[in-house]
């Protein structure tokens, strides 16, 4: 790129001043050193102290770099990004019981959110209604608690289905959810073709780091399979997977590894649903992806750079994609829970600015800005107040939006992007050496890669090696924040007893003969004939609890646990 | 002294949350440190939990958690451990915890709470000082004799 921007003189001259500069720099550090031994990234990626156009001087600029829109979308997905429209805030939100994540719904809807996303507590999350003994405690705790159909109903009450759109955080019983939320837009008027929305059904970073496990591998991924072939048929506009690197980073991971890991995640999906007998170009416009903005500013945006550009490269060349739209890499991003600290809780406040910040220079489709309580707890409505306020500011007053990828073409930004492109494809040729996803899961290695990172960090942390502010330096007592949220113990007796009653309303020969049909399915050849989605929209219609479904998938296809390695 | 023997601790994740990346961390530094080291691996209920470390003739269990579920699982193993005349396994506890339940998880039997921002140094020194391996663990490890 050096060459198409500056003439070989110029490039000479470049080499040449550089050379005198450092020698300068040299000589200075001679009177004060550098403060630090090694300067690298949070993810200990080394970072020189100047980059200039000798760093990119090999790159074609139309190859690695382009315009908005244009492949490979270094530069982002679309041609007009914030100058038309801004990202979807979407805050993750959910409590206590349906009642409670709808009224948090609409507040934050009434103050300018464009987009919904729910969370879910841990039963929920595990496919375990609430009054399963394993359940005992977790109601309502870390998200919102869903059993039924009529939950789901009061959840999205006075919403309109078909003008926001939805992201729904689960996982193992995706398929569950989405066939409740369809049944319940359904029963209130909307059609399927119109929702739109996001389930996560990314059932591979669930095995390699965050742990919601429910089926073993092959299984989990056919239920994926299954949505993204039923979403291409019934539900057009819904993204079917978000491949999800934000849980990775989360365990601890690298920039690199959560770039690599997640991107072929999406390998593996696509595989899979190519093997079902779909085209790329009909589903791959609907797959999304997940990332994590964490602490380091530069990091962050020259991975989701980097993302655009390999997810654009391995569609069409290894999967020989042609619309332009199953090449687009349109992800979601959430600023690092794990970056916040419980000391000094108001700091949160500007962390999660920085990351946001990054999120929005790396070009994302929509945005969850964490709050600084989140650290505690699932947030109070001021702290989520704030963290919405935060993308609002960001987005309408900073004028950061009057431009696209305002960074681009800046020698670092750039050198930086390429790296992590490099080194993603070369974990990418090692997992394709491992034979696939599901194989190097099966060995522990992406696991351990990340166990490794997470224990040099920590390391590293302890060390004084790496800095985070109230806890290893300038270090500070914990104060008590007045708005933390407290979910009652309490709604958990009510939840069970409302499940309950719906359970014995129902009609008992319907719902056997629903629960039936998906039994033959789950046990039949995985095909369109014998897809678990239409069979489920009719079990939860039905009255089936979201337990009752898991229950059956557990029964046909078995159980997976973690095998607890270190 | 020739009894001596290394401890023996049970890294354990109660309740249906999979954030396990401090319990990870903090079993291999025990390791590293030189304590044998049984970690359960995430989803285990208190009764599973119990009956790991008295197969396992540990002395330490030390519970990882981040959902907020500790108000029932941490004092349920406590009372496990009791019904199972296995009170003398100490129980550490690890995670996020709003203020006022660290006092009450402590009164519940709980020895030490560490929160987020603990060193791992910290975290091992104080195992070190304030657990000893029990007076009738088998110095092979194996599990005691139950009626």
């Known amino acids: 790129m050096g060459k198409q921007v500056l003439s070989e003189s110029a490039l000479d001259r470049v080499e040449k001043e550089h050379a005198e500069w450092l020698e300068e720099y040299r000589k200075a550090l001679k009177k004060v050193p550098e403060r630090l031994s090694r300067f690298s990234t949070v993810s200990d990626l080394e970072i020189k102290p100047l980059y200039t156009p000798l760093d990119i001087e090999n790159k074609d600029f139309f190859d690695n770099v382009g315009f908005p829109g244009k492949y490979p979308y270094t530069r982002g997905v679309q041609s007009t990004m914030y100058r038309a429209r801004h990202w979807t805030m979407r805050m993750f939100a959910g409590l206590g019981n349906a009642d409670d994540t709808n009224e948090r719904f609409h507040y934050l809807i009434n103050h300018g959110e464009t987009g919904l996303s729910t969370a879910f507590d841990f039963p929920t999350l595990m496919g375990y209604d609430t009054a399963s003994p394993l359940a005992r405690g977790e109601c309502g705790k870390c998200g919102v608690a869903i059993d039924t159909l009529e939950d789901m109903g009061r959840l999205f ?55 919601t496990l429910m089926l073993p591998p092959e299984p989990s991924l056919r239920l994926v399979t299954d949505t993204v072939e039923f979403g291409t048929r019934e539900v057009p506009r819904w993204n079917t997977i978000s491949i999800s690197g934000y849980h990775i980073r989360e365990a601890g991971s690298t920039a690199v590894q959560e770039l690599a890991f997640t991107i072929y995640d999406g390998i593996t999906y696509v595989e899979e649903a190519v093997k079902r007998g779909l085209k790329v170009d009909e589903f791959a416009g609907r797959l999304s992806f997940f990332w994590n903005s964490h602490i380091d500013f530069f990091e962050e945006i020259a991975k989701m750079r980097a993302s655009r550009r390999l997810w654009a490269r391995l569609m069409k060349e290894r999967f020989g994609a042609q619309d332009p739209r199953s090449m687009l890499m349109r992800f979601h991003t959430q600023t690092a829970g794990c970056s916040l600290t419980s000391q000094e ?96 899961i099966e060995r522990d290695y992406p696991q351990m890669e990340i166990a490794d990172a997470a224990f040099h960090f920590q390391q590293q942390i302890d060390a004084g090696e790496k800095t985070v502010i109230g806890v290893n330096k300038y270090a500070s007592e914990r104060p008590d924040l007045e708005f933390v949220l407290k979910i009652d113990d309490e709604i958990e007796r009510q939840q069970i007893e409302r499940t309950e009653r719906f359970k014995e309303k129902r009609d008992k020969a319907g719902f056997q003969k629903a629960m039936d049909e998906l039994r033959r399915r789950c046990e039949g050849p995985p095909c369109w004939e014998n897809n678990v989605m239409p069979a489920l929209v009719d079990a939860v219609r039905a009255g089936a609890t979201e337990q009752e479904c898991c229950d059956l998938y557990r029964d046909v296809f078995g159980t997976y646990r973690d095998p607890g390695t270190f | 002294m020739a009894n001596a023997r290394k401890l023996r601790i049970l890294v354990a994740k109660p309740g249906l949350d999979g954030h396990d990346r401090g319990a990870r961390v903090v079993a291999r530094a025990f390791r590293d440190a030189g304590f044998e080291v049984v970690y ?108």
């Open chain 1, 345 to 440: 809780p108001y700091n949160n406040v500007v962390r999660t600015t920085m990351e946001a910040l990054a999120a929005v220079l790396g070009g994302t489709q929509s945005l969850h800005t964490n709050s600084l309580d989140e650290v505690y707890m699932i947030p109070s409505e001021q702290a989520a107040l704030i963290a919405l306020r935060t993308q609002q500011i960001i987005a309408e007053e900073s004028g950061v939006t009057n431009v696209i990828d305002p960074l681009g073409g800046a020698y670092f930004i750039e050198a930086l992007t390429d790296k992590m492109e490099e080194e993603a494809v070369a974990y990418i040729r090692k997992l394709d050496e491992l034979g696939g996803m599901v194989a190097a």
């Open chain 2, 40 to 147: 359960t691996g995430c989803h285990q209920t208190p009764e599973q939990i119990v009956s790991t470390a008295i197969q396992e003739d540990v002395d330490l269990i030390g519970l990882s958690i981040l959902s907020g579920a500790h108000r029932y699982s941490f004092p349920r193993v406590i009372e496990l451990l009791k019904e199972n005349n296995a009170e003398d396994i100490s129980v550490i506890g690890g995670g996020i915890f709003p203020m006022e339940d660290i006092p009450r998880l402590k009164e519940a039997g709980i020895k030490e709470i560490f929160e987020p921002g603990a060193k791992l140094g910290e975290i091992i020194e104080w195992v070190g000082t304030n657990i000893s391996p029990r007076m009738d663990a088998d110095e092979s490890g194996s599990a005691r004799v139950s009626g």
């Open chain 1, 157 to 211: 009450a006075d919403i309109n289905l078909e003008e926001v759109t939805t992201s729904m955080t689960i996982n193992p019983p995706a398929s569950v959810m989405w066939a409740m939320y369809i049944a319940n837009a359904e029963k209130e008027g909307y059609s399927r073709k119109k929702l739109g929305g996001t389930i996560q059904n990314d059932c591979l970073k669930e095995f390699i780091a965050q742990k």
